[in-house]
Protein backbone atom coordinates (compact mmCIF):
# COMPACT_ATOMS: atom_id res chain seq x y z
CA UNK A 1 0.00 0.00 0.00
CA UNK A 2 2.56 1.92 0.99
CA UNK A 3 4.45 1.23 -2.62
CA UNK A 4 0.82 2.42 -4.21
CA UNK A 5 0.57 5.59 -2.30
CA UNK A 6 4.41 6.62 -3.27
CA UNK A 7 3.65 5.88 -6.94
CA UNK A 8 0.42 7.67 -6.81
CA UNK A 9 2.32 10.72 -5.77
CA UNK A 10 5.27 10.59 -8.10
CA UNK A 11 3.49 12.28 -11.26
CA UNK A 12 2.02 15.30 -8.81
CA UNK A 13 5.80 15.87 -7.72
CA UNK A 14 7.48 15.60 -10.74
CA UNK A 15 4.44 18.30 -12.19
CA UNK A 16 5.00 20.56 -9.50
CA UNK A 17 8.66 21.70 -10.18
CA UNK A 18 7.09 23.05 -13.81
CA UNK A 19 4.27 24.31 -12.06
CA UNK A 20 6.40 26.20 -9.33
CA UNK A 21 8.68 27.57 -12.05
CA UNK A 22 5.44 29.31 -13.46
CA UNK A 23 4.25 30.72 -10.15
CA UNK A 24 7.37 31.83 -9.46
CA UNK A 25 8.00 34.10 -12.93
CA UNK A 26 4.13 35.23 -12.04
CA UNK A 27 4.75 36.02 -8.31
CA UNK A 28 7.87 37.81 -9.48
CA UNK A 29 6.16 40.67 -11.35
CA UNK A 30 2.95 40.54 -9.45
CA UNK A 31 5.68 41.46 -6.89
CA UNK A 32 7.84 44.05 -8.79
CA UNK A 33 4.48 45.92 -9.73
CA UNK A 34 3.06 46.21 -6.20
CA UNK A 35 6.59 47.47 -4.95
CA UNK A 36 6.73 49.79 -7.27
CA UNK A 37 3.05 51.00 -6.30
CA UNK A 38 4.69 51.50 -2.66
CA UNK A 39 7.25 53.58 -3.43
CA UNK A 40 5.38 55.84 -5.53
CA UNK A 41 3.27 56.07 -2.83
CA UNK A 42 6.31 57.22 -0.53
CA UNK A 43 7.77 59.58 -2.94
CA UNK A 44 5.79 62.82 -3.09
CA UNK A 45 6.92 63.88 0.61
CA UNK A 46 10.62 64.25 -1.48
CA UNK A 47 9.96 65.27 -4.18
CA UNK A 48 6.57 67.67 -4.10
CA UNK A 49 8.28 69.20 -1.36
CA UNK A 50 9.31 72.46 -3.03
CA UNK A 51 5.99 73.25 -3.93
CA UNK A 52 4.86 73.11 -0.59
CA UNK A 53 7.99 75.72 0.75
CA UNK A 54 6.04 79.07 0.46
CA UNK A 55 2.58 77.67 1.71
CA UNK A 56 3.49 76.58 5.03
CA UNK A 57 6.02 79.48 5.27
CA UNK A 58 3.14 81.77 4.80
CA UNK A 59 1.22 79.32 7.40
CA UNK A 60 3.26 79.02 10.10
CA UNK A 61 5.35 82.44 9.98
CA UNK A 62 8.74 81.05 9.57
CA UNK A 63 11.76 82.27 6.91
CA UNK A 64 12.36 79.34 4.30
CA UNK A 65 16.05 78.50 6.19
CA UNK A 66 14.21 76.87 9.11
CA UNK A 67 11.74 75.55 7.13
CA UNK A 68 14.32 73.66 5.09
CA UNK A 69 15.32 71.84 8.48
CA UNK A 70 11.81 69.77 8.03
CA UNK A 71 13.31 68.55 4.42
CA UNK A 72 16.93 67.72 6.19
CA UNK A 73 14.71 65.59 8.86
CA UNK A 74 13.27 63.70 6.55
CA UNK A 75 16.36 62.62 4.18
CA UNK A 76 18.33 62.12 7.39
CA UNK A 77 15.86 60.05 8.92
CA UNK A 78 15.09 57.89 6.09
CA UNK A 79 18.51 57.29 5.53
CA UNK A 80 20.30 56.83 8.76
CA UNK A 81 17.68 54.77 10.41
CA UNK A 82 17.60 52.30 7.55
CA UNK A 83 19.92 49.57 9.15
CA UNK A 84 17.45 48.90 12.20
CA UNK A 85 13.84 48.96 9.93
CA UNK A 86 16.04 46.25 7.86
CA UNK A 87 16.54 44.38 11.09
CA UNK A 88 12.90 44.64 11.70
CA UNK A 89 11.97 43.97 7.98
CA UNK A 90 14.02 40.82 8.30
CA UNK A 91 12.62 39.81 11.30
CA UNK A 92 8.83 40.20 11.11
CA UNK A 93 8.64 40.35 7.32
CA UNK A 94 8.12 42.94 4.77
CA UNK A 95 4.41 42.92 4.82
CA UNK A 96 3.68 44.22 7.92
CA UNK A 97 6.92 46.45 8.35
CA UNK A 98 6.29 47.98 4.65
CA UNK A 99 2.37 48.32 5.53
CA UNK A 100 3.15 50.46 8.43
CA UNK A 101 6.15 52.65 6.68
CA UNK A 102 3.17 53.92 4.18
CA UNK A 103 1.23 54.47 6.37
CA UNK A 104 3.47 56.55 8.41
CA UNK A 105 4.52 58.40 4.89
CA UNK A 106 0.19 59.51 4.56
CA UNK A 107 0.12 60.19 7.98
CA UNK A 108 2.92 62.46 8.12
CA UNK A 109 0.75 64.64 6.00
CA UNK A 110 -2.48 64.24 7.60
CA UNK A 111 -0.60 65.01 10.79
CA UNK A 112 1.36 68.00 9.13
CA UNK A 113 -2.04 69.16 7.90
CA UNK A 114 -2.71 70.39 11.98
CA UNK A 115 0.19 72.43 13.09
CA UNK A 116 0.55 75.53 13.41
CA UNK A 117 4.50 75.98 14.45
CA UNK A 118 7.96 74.74 12.81
CA UNK A 119 8.99 72.85 15.36
CA UNK A 120 5.44 70.30 15.56
CA UNK A 121 6.59 70.33 11.89
CA UNK A 122 9.59 68.75 12.24
CA UNK A 123 7.80 66.12 13.99
CA UNK A 124 4.92 65.21 11.75
CA UNK A 125 6.39 65.86 8.12
CA UNK A 126 10.21 65.34 8.80
CA UNK A 127 10.60 62.40 11.83
CA UNK A 128 7.08 60.65 11.19
CA UNK A 129 7.30 61.11 7.60
CA UNK A 130 11.27 60.40 7.16
CA UNK A 131 10.99 56.91 9.52
CA UNK A 132 8.13 55.62 7.40
CA UNK A 133 9.75 56.15 3.86
CA UNK A 134 13.04 54.99 4.67
CA UNK A 135 10.98 51.66 6.11
CA UNK A 136 9.55 50.95 2.88
CA UNK A 137 12.65 52.45 0.55
CA UNK A 138 14.66 49.84 2.24
CA UNK A 139 11.94 47.12 2.54
CA UNK A 140 11.01 47.24 -1.01
CA UNK A 141 14.66 47.18 -2.44
CA UNK A 142 15.51 44.26 -0.28
CA UNK A 143 12.81 42.43 -1.46
CA UNK A 144 12.91 42.79 -5.30
CA UNK A 145 16.97 41.38 -4.97
CA UNK A 146 15.52 38.94 -3.69
CA UNK A 147 12.46 37.95 -6.03
CA UNK A 148 14.84 38.59 -9.14
CA UNK A 149 18.32 36.60 -8.75
CA UNK A 150 19.18 37.35 -12.28
CA UNK A 151 17.94 40.49 -12.44
CA UNK A 152 18.68 42.16 -9.26
CA UNK A 153 19.89 45.93 -10.96
CA UNK A 154 16.81 45.49 -13.16
CA UNK A 155 14.48 44.88 -10.19
CA UNK A 156 16.08 47.22 -7.31
CA UNK A 157 16.49 49.88 -10.73
CA UNK A 158 12.92 49.73 -11.11
CA UNK A 159 11.22 50.15 -8.05
CA UNK A 160 13.96 52.84 -7.46
CA UNK A 161 12.77 54.69 -10.79
CA UNK A 162 9.25 54.46 -8.85
CA UNK A 163 10.61 56.33 -6.22
CA UNK A 164 13.14 59.07 -8.44
CA UNK A 165 9.52 59.54 -11.02
CA UNK A 166 6.24 58.47 -8.95
CA UNK A 167 5.96 62.71 -8.15
CA UNK A 168 5.41 62.88 -11.37
CA UNK A 169 1.91 61.97 -10.86
CA UNK A 170 0.98 63.94 -8.60
CA UNK A 171 3.20 67.35 -9.24
CA UNK A 172 0.60 68.80 -11.49
CA UNK A 173 -2.76 67.73 -9.32
CA UNK A 174 -1.04 68.91 -5.91
CA UNK A 175 0.32 72.30 -7.09
CA UNK A 176 -4.37 72.35 -8.58
CA UNK A 177 -5.26 71.37 -5.11
CA UNK A 178 -2.78 73.70 -3.66
CA UNK A 179 -4.35 76.86 -5.41
CA UNK A 180 -7.69 75.88 -5.27
CA UNK A 181 -8.04 73.83 -1.45
CA UNK A 182 -4.94 75.35 0.12
CA UNK A 183 -2.03 74.25 2.40
CA UNK A 184 -4.17 72.27 5.12
CA UNK A 185 -6.60 70.34 2.59
CA UNK A 186 -4.08 69.55 0.71
CA UNK A 187 -1.95 67.76 2.86
CA UNK A 188 -4.99 65.84 4.35
CA UNK A 189 -6.91 64.44 1.41
CA UNK A 190 -2.96 63.46 -0.42
CA UNK A 191 -2.31 61.91 2.84
CA UNK A 192 -4.85 59.54 3.22
CA UNK A 193 -4.37 58.89 -0.47
CA UNK A 194 -1.22 57.79 0.07
CA UNK A 195 -1.62 55.81 3.00
CA UNK A 196 -4.59 53.87 1.47
CA UNK A 197 -2.82 53.04 -1.63
CA UNK A 198 0.44 52.21 0.01
CA UNK A 199 -1.58 49.85 2.49
CA UNK A 200 -3.45 48.46 0.03
CA UNK A 201 -0.75 47.42 -2.54
CA UNK A 202 1.69 46.18 0.52
CA UNK A 203 -1.07 43.57 1.25
CA UNK A 204 0.28 41.55 -1.39
CA UNK A 205 4.07 41.46 -0.91
CA UNK A 206 5.62 38.12 -0.28
CA UNK A 207 9.14 36.83 0.98
CA UNK A 208 10.31 34.40 -1.99
CA UNK A 209 10.89 30.85 -1.26
CA UNK A 210 14.35 30.45 -0.25
CA UNK A 211 15.61 28.52 -3.12
CA UNK A 212 14.57 31.28 -5.54
CA UNK A 213 16.87 33.89 -2.78
CA UNK A 214 19.59 31.78 -2.47
CA UNK A 215 20.32 31.61 -5.89
CA UNK A 216 23.38 33.05 -7.61
CA UNK A 217 22.98 36.08 -10.08
CA UNK A 218 23.99 36.03 -13.78
CA UNK A 219 26.66 39.01 -12.66
CA UNK A 220 28.12 36.78 -9.67
CA UNK A 221 28.24 34.02 -12.12
CA UNK A 222 30.37 36.52 -14.57
CA UNK A 223 32.12 37.11 -11.93
CA UNK A 224 33.60 33.38 -11.89
CA UNK A 225 31.50 32.82 -8.79
CA UNK A 226 29.95 30.01 -8.15
CA UNK A 227 28.31 30.32 -4.63
CA UNK A 228 26.68 28.04 -1.80
CA UNK A 229 23.73 29.85 -0.43
CA UNK A 230 25.36 29.19 3.41
CA UNK A 231 28.46 30.41 2.15
CA UNK A 232 26.94 34.04 0.99
CA UNK A 233 24.15 34.72 3.44
CA UNK A 234 26.73 37.06 5.23
CA UNK A 235 24.79 38.75 8.58
CA UNK A 236 25.28 42.56 9.35
CA UNK A 237 27.63 41.66 11.76
CA UNK A 238 29.82 39.70 9.20
CA UNK A 239 29.39 41.62 6.23
CA UNK A 240 30.47 45.06 8.27
CA UNK A 241 34.12 43.33 9.17
CA UNK A 242 34.68 43.20 5.35
CA UNK A 243 36.68 45.86 4.06
CA UNK A 244 34.71 45.12 0.59
CA UNK A 245 32.13 46.21 2.01
CA UNK A 246 33.20 49.61 3.19
CA UNK A 247 34.44 50.39 -0.49
CA UNK A 248 31.56 49.76 -1.81
CA UNK A 249 30.25 52.29 1.38
CA UNK A 250 32.91 54.97 0.40
CA UNK A 251 32.03 54.86 -3.60
CA UNK A 252 28.29 55.55 -2.75
CA UNK A 253 29.19 58.46 -0.66
CA UNK A 254 31.27 59.69 -2.92
CA UNK A 255 28.86 58.99 -5.71
CA UNK A 256 25.63 60.53 -3.82
CA UNK A 257 27.98 63.24 -2.40
CA UNK A 258 29.20 64.48 -6.14
CA UNK A 259 25.30 64.01 -7.44
CA UNK A 260 23.69 66.43 -4.55
CA UNK A 261 26.77 68.40 -4.67
CA UNK A 262 25.25 70.10 -8.24
CA UNK A 263 22.07 68.76 -8.00
CA UNK A 264 20.89 70.14 -4.81
CA UNK A 265 22.50 73.76 -5.49
CA UNK A 266 20.87 73.42 -9.04
CA UNK A 267 18.82 76.61 -8.85
CA UNK A 268 21.08 78.58 -6.93
CA UNK A 269 23.93 78.53 -9.62
CA UNK A 270 21.31 77.89 -12.81
CA UNK A 271 20.69 81.97 -11.72
CA UNK A 272 24.63 82.48 -11.06
CA UNK A 273 24.90 81.30 -14.79
CA UNK A 274 22.23 83.52 -15.70
CA UNK A 275 20.06 80.72 -17.67
CA UNK A 276 17.01 80.58 -15.12
CA UNK A 277 14.82 82.21 -17.36
CA UNK A 278 16.60 81.75 -21.00
CA UNK A 279 13.44 80.09 -22.97
CA UNK A 280 14.89 76.95 -24.32
CA UNK A 281 12.65 74.76 -26.90
CA UNK A 282 9.82 77.71 -26.04
CA UNK A 283 10.03 77.19 -22.03
CA UNK A 284 11.93 78.43 -19.70
CA UNK A 285 15.39 76.61 -18.89
CA UNK A 286 15.33 75.81 -15.48
CA UNK A 287 11.21 74.20 -15.58
CA UNK A 288 12.74 72.46 -18.68
CA UNK A 289 16.16 71.22 -17.39
CA UNK A 290 14.13 70.09 -14.01
CA UNK A 291 11.49 68.14 -15.93
CA UNK A 292 13.84 66.30 -17.77
CA UNK A 293 16.23 65.83 -15.02
CA UNK A 294 13.46 63.85 -12.95
CA UNK A 295 12.78 61.56 -16.42
CA UNK A 296 16.47 60.50 -16.99
CA UNK A 297 17.21 60.09 -13.37
CA UNK A 298 14.18 57.62 -13.19
CA UNK A 299 15.17 55.98 -16.16
CA UNK A 300 18.63 55.36 -15.84
CA UNK A 301 18.13 53.14 -12.90
CA UNK A 302 16.70 50.39 -14.19
CA UNK A 303 18.33 50.46 -17.24
CA UNK A 304 21.69 50.49 -16.23
CA UNK A 305 20.59 48.06 -13.43
CA UNK A 306 19.64 45.87 -16.99
CA UNK A 307 23.35 46.76 -18.01
CA UNK A 308 24.73 45.53 -14.74
CA UNK A 309 22.56 42.07 -14.97
CA UNK A 310 24.23 41.74 -18.79
CA UNK A 311 27.64 43.12 -18.72
CA UNK A 312 28.74 43.11 -14.94
CA UNK A 313 28.65 45.59 -12.33
CA UNK A 314 31.79 46.62 -12.32
CA UNK A 315 31.96 48.03 -15.76
CA UNK A 316 29.03 49.28 -15.85
CA UNK A 317 29.76 51.75 -12.54
CA UNK A 318 33.04 52.22 -14.57
CA UNK A 319 30.99 53.47 -17.44
CA UNK A 320 27.88 55.70 -15.97
CA UNK A 321 29.90 57.28 -13.30
CA UNK A 322 32.86 58.57 -15.90
CA UNK A 323 29.59 59.73 -17.77
CA UNK A 324 28.64 61.49 -15.27
CA UNK A 325 31.96 63.36 -14.40
CA UNK A 326 32.53 64.01 -17.90
CA UNK A 327 28.81 65.53 -18.27
CA UNK A 328 29.78 67.68 -15.36
CA UNK A 329 32.59 69.15 -16.66
CA UNK A 330 31.11 70.04 -20.02
CA UNK A 331 28.07 71.52 -18.12
CA UNK A 332 30.64 73.67 -16.37
CA UNK A 333 32.37 74.99 -19.97
CA UNK A 334 29.15 75.59 -21.53
CA UNK A 335 27.53 77.17 -18.20
CA UNK A 336 26.65 80.59 -20.51
CA UNK A 337 25.16 77.93 -23.01
CA UNK A 338 21.27 77.66 -21.95
CA UNK A 339 20.51 74.99 -24.64
CA UNK A 340 23.64 72.83 -23.75
CA UNK A 341 22.58 73.80 -19.64
CA UNK A 342 19.46 71.92 -20.39
CA UNK A 343 20.77 68.89 -22.27
CA UNK A 344 23.35 68.49 -20.24
CA UNK A 345 21.86 68.57 -16.96
CA UNK A 346 19.60 65.78 -18.06
CA UNK A 347 23.05 63.65 -18.91
CA UNK A 348 24.12 64.14 -15.85
CA UNK A 349 21.35 62.84 -13.68
CA UNK A 350 21.02 60.01 -16.39
CA UNK A 351 24.72 59.06 -14.63
CA UNK A 352 23.84 59.82 -11.51
CA UNK A 353 20.72 58.12 -10.62
CA UNK A 354 21.94 54.54 -11.07
CA UNK A 355 23.66 54.21 -7.75
CA UNK A 356 20.38 52.94 -6.72
CA UNK A 357 19.87 50.18 -9.02
CA UNK A 358 23.71 49.40 -9.21
CA UNK A 359 25.23 49.34 -5.37
CA UNK A 360 22.14 47.73 -3.81
CA UNK A 361 22.54 44.50 -6.52
CA UNK A 362 26.12 44.42 -5.98
CA UNK A 363 25.82 43.92 -2.54
CA UNK A 364 23.25 41.43 -2.40
CA UNK A 365 25.81 39.50 -5.18
CA UNK A 366 28.91 39.56 -2.94
CA UNK A 367 26.76 38.83 0.43
CA UNK A 368 23.92 37.10 0.29
CA UNK A 369 19.94 37.37 0.04
CA UNK A 370 18.68 36.42 3.48
CA UNK A 371 19.70 39.40 5.46
CA UNK A 372 19.84 41.58 2.28
CA UNK A 373 17.77 44.32 3.88
CA UNK A 374 19.14 44.68 6.79
CA UNK A 375 22.80 44.96 4.65
CA UNK A 376 21.09 47.88 1.83
CA UNK A 377 20.24 49.51 5.30
CA UNK A 378 23.63 50.11 6.42
CA UNK A 379 24.72 50.83 3.09
CA UNK A 380 21.92 53.36 2.80
CA UNK A 381 23.53 55.33 5.17
CA UNK A 382 25.78 56.20 2.56
CA UNK A 383 23.28 58.41 1.22
CA UNK A 384 22.49 60.45 4.32
CA UNK A 385 26.27 61.32 4.65
CA UNK A 386 26.15 62.53 0.57
CA UNK A 387 23.40 64.57 1.64
CA UNK A 388 25.44 66.62 4.10
CA UNK A 389 28.60 66.80 2.31
CA UNK A 390 26.85 67.58 -0.90
CA UNK A 391 24.34 70.23 0.45
CA UNK A 392 25.19 72.40 3.29
CA UNK A 393 28.72 71.69 3.05
CA UNK A 394 29.35 72.57 -0.29
CA UNK A 395 26.85 75.57 -0.48
CA UNK A 396 29.75 76.66 2.63
CA UNK A 397 32.29 75.72 -0.34
CA UNK A 398 30.49 78.41 -2.95
CA UNK A 399 30.42 80.85 -0.13
CA UNK A 400 34.15 80.92 1.11
CA UNK A 401 35.07 80.34 -2.70
CA UNK A 402 33.28 83.21 -4.62
CA UNK A 403 32.30 80.84 -7.31
CA UNK A 404 31.12 77.37 -8.56
CA UNK A 405 34.24 76.01 -10.25
CA UNK A 406 35.65 74.77 -7.01
CA UNK A 407 32.38 72.96 -6.68
CA UNK A 408 31.95 71.19 -9.68
CA UNK A 409 35.39 70.59 -10.07
CA UNK A 410 35.48 68.62 -6.33
CA UNK A 411 32.10 66.79 -7.63
CA UNK A 412 33.71 65.63 -11.26
CA UNK A 413 37.55 64.48 -9.42
CA UNK A 414 34.97 62.21 -7.08
CA UNK A 415 32.70 60.79 -10.23
CA UNK A 416 35.89 59.98 -12.03
CA UNK A 417 37.77 58.57 -9.15
CA UNK A 418 35.13 56.18 -8.35
CA UNK A 419 34.87 55.74 -11.69
CA UNK A 420 38.59 53.76 -11.06
CA UNK A 421 37.92 52.45 -8.21
CA UNK A 422 35.07 50.46 -9.42
CA UNK A 423 37.01 48.64 -12.08
CA UNK A 424 40.80 48.44 -10.73
CA UNK A 425 40.00 47.84 -6.95
CA UNK A 426 36.07 46.67 -6.76
CA UNK A 427 36.18 44.37 -9.39
CA UNK A 428 38.92 42.53 -8.66
CA UNK A 429 38.46 42.23 -4.80
CA UNK A 430 34.85 41.37 -5.43
CA UNK A 431 36.49 38.32 -7.63
CA UNK A 432 38.83 37.10 -4.81
CA UNK A 433 36.25 37.30 -1.95
CA UNK A 434 33.57 35.43 -4.13
CA UNK A 435 36.00 32.84 -5.44
CA UNK A 436 37.30 32.53 -1.56
CA UNK A 437 33.28 31.67 -0.61
CA UNK A 438 33.27 29.41 -3.05
CA UNK A 439 35.87 27.53 -1.66
CA UNK A 440 34.90 27.76 1.64
Not at 91 to 113: H, Q
Request: aromatic share 12%; hydrophobic share 50%; with cysteine.
Amino acid sequence: MTTRLQSSLQPIASAEPGATSSGRTHNRWLQLALGLVCMMAISSPQYVWTLMTKPLAAKLGVALPELQVTFSLLIILQTFFSPFQGKLIDRFGPRMLISIGTVMSGLSWVLASQVHSAPMLYLTYGLVGGLGTGIVYVGVVGLMVRWFPSNRGFAAGAVAAGYGMGAIVTTFPIASSLQARGIDATLWIFGIAFAVVGLLASQGLRVPPSYDAAAPSDSAASAGSVCAPTAMNFRPSQTLKTPLFWLMFAMMTMMSTSGLMVTSQMATFAADFGVTKVLVFGMAALPLALTIDRFTNGLTRPLFGWVSDKVGRENTMFFAFALEGVAMALWLLTRDNAVLFVLLSGVVFFGWGEIFSLFPSTLTDTFGTRHATENYGWLYISQGIGSIFGGPLAALMHQHAGGWVPVFSTAITLDIVTALLAIAVLKPMRRRFLATQRGA
